[in-house]
């Protein structure tokens, strides 16, 4: 085989099936290997319906018929894609169902190039014998119809694609035509053509070969250069359209990611579906820890360490539970004001101290419609690249520091270290949740008598159906829409004992 296959087959035999994680540049050579082997098969066919019409142009000459099967038509089945698809967007490994018909298809593709090669063969072998003078000049390459059914939704990627195929076998023709010229005219040896040399503008024939035709000489030549101009030409034209490909690709993966929590960027560590584990590892750790720092009676007053109780667990449960919710809230809100900030500096470029805090809130932000789509990109620049340094060392302590500044009064309880950690994680992680875009959600309306919703709660210590008090908030992956709930971390509540 003319491409190469390697790693979409060690994917579909080896990867996938013992379910092994991809990164991005693997599933990246699989898919365009994928590409290339359907786009060498349609040049196949391509070919050979060139040989073949040559073929029966020749045995009707000779009055004789074909020994030589036809080429087989390709099915193209797409299951490969969809494996791909089911990796890329959903981030879930394919059914052995859909696994087992990507790899029949695969094993499909190469018996069928191998049965196409085979019939090239044959045919060019065939016509040599009938035709030992070589092929009319006038050979034409059909090029096959666009592939049906490719899961590309965008007009640019097709036309794309389409530049690409003719490059393709306008490359082949050439190389066809410029191979009927060399067989036509084949008695002239490379070393015949170096004696050929220039003497003032004009061809003149070596007196020591009088047998060189020097029309021929000079047929050869002209299309030698016009081939290898074209091939000049071709290959500017593939660098631009690669460097097109390259950013469309960029394009195309930022407008499919931006604003779809569904397909996620595997290289970011603080991606939604890290941000879910480490929501977990709060609760299961962190949350434990100051629990037990508060309910051991810890107190920075050591007189009123020993003179008072520990608190009850459901007071406890309460202040953890408010400091991540009131974690979460001022991120919230310092996200949302980051960009209307910026935005008022560009509508009203003024310096903070001409204005009070009041003042400058009140100055209209409204952007003329005009700019509406350039905010927009500014809009969606700056929130990449306010995702892109959220997780900086400085910018989370200066995130906390605010946080703390923002508390009008500090809780009377839980001032050790383990709470204090407790704090900055909350403080941490909710920053991370809500410069994501769109932004994570947490859902804590569940209110003491409601019913336990066991499809986004967990029960603390109790089982019960009726709510007694919440613990933990449960996660999702976006603010729902029409009543939906993307949930990636089920919340904790404590129900009303069942009393028997």
């Known amino acids: 085989m003319a491409v190469r296959t390697a790693t979409l087959q060690q994917m579909l035999d080896n990867y996938l099936p013992n379910q092994r994680q991809l990164n991005r540049n693997t599933l990246k050579t699989a898919q365009k290997e994928y590409e290339d082997f359907t786009s060498f098969i349609w040049q196949q066919h391509s070919a050979i319906d060139t040989y073949q019409e040559e073929n029966s142009r020749l045995h009707r000459l000779n009055g004789t018929q074909s020994r030589i099967k036809p080429k087989t038509e390709f099915k193209k089945q797409e299951y490969i894609l969809e494996v791909l698809y089911e990796f890329v967007a959903k981030q879930k490994f394919p059914s052995k169902g859909l696994l087992a018909k990507a790899q029949n298809e695969f094993a499909y593709m ?182 037990e720092e508060i309910q051991n009676g810890y107190s920075t007053d050591a007189k009123s360490s020993q003179n008072s109780k520990p608190p009850e667990d459901k007071i406890i449960i309460e202040l953890l539970l408010n400091t991540f919710i009131e974690s979460y809230q001022f991120c919230q809100s310092l996200t949302e004001g980051q960009i209307l900030e910026v935005e008022r500096l560009m509508i009203r470029p003024v310096n903070r101290w001409m204005y009070s805090d009041n003042d400058r809130q009140q100055v209209d932000v409204k952007i003329p419609q005009t700019f509406v789509p350039f905010f927009d990109d500014f809009k969606n620049q700056a929130v990449t690249l306010r995702k892109c340094i959220a997780a900086d ?108």
Request: contains cysteine; aromatic residues 8%; charged residues 30%.
């Open 393 to 500: 060392k400085d910018v989370i302590n200066f995130v906390y520091d605010a946080f703390q500044k923002s508390r009008a009064s500090k809780p009377e309880i839980g001032s050790g270290r383990c709470f204090l950690g407790y704090e900055k994680k909350c403080v941490m992680l909710a920053w991370l949740m809500c410069v994501q875009d769109p932004p994570m959600y947490i859902h804590y309306d569940l209110r003491p008598g409601d019913d336990m919703q066991l499809d986004k709660f967990k029960h603390y210590t109790n089982s019960g159906k009726v709510v007694d008090f919440l613990v933990w908030p449960a996660l999702c992956l976006e603010r729902p829409r029409e009543g939906a709930m993307q949930l990636v971390a089920k919340g904790v509540a404590q129900p009303i004992k069942n009393v028997r």
């Open 110 to 291: 190469t018996s069928h190039c191998t049965h196409l090669t085979e019939t090239r063969k044959k045919l060019k072998k065939e016509n040599k014998e009938m035709n030992p003078q070589g092929m009319p000049q006038n050979v034409q390459v059909h090029r096959p119809a666009t592939a049906h059914g490719h899961r590309d939704n965008t007009h640019l990627l097709d036309q794309l694609k389409n530049d690409n195929e003719i490059l393709t076998h306008d490359k082949i023709e050439l190389q066809m035509r410029l191979a009927a010229y060399e067989d036509k005219y084949g008695k002239i040896r490379s070393a015949d053509l170096e004696r050929v040399r220039r003497q003032g503008g004009k061809v003149v024939k070596d007196t020591q070969h009088p047998n060189i035709d020097q029309e021929y000489v000079k047929l050869i030549q002209k299309e030698v250069k016009r081939y290898q101009s074209e091939v000049a030409q071709n290959a500017a034209l593939q660098g631009q359209l690669n460097e097109l490909r390259n950013r469309f690709s960029a394009v195309a993966m930022d407008k499919l990611t931006r604003g779809n929590p569904a397909i996620a960027d595997l290289s970011d560590v603080n991606r939604p579906t890290k941000l879910a584990e480490q929501f977990g590892e709060l609760y299961d750790n962190d949350w434990t820890n100051a629990f």
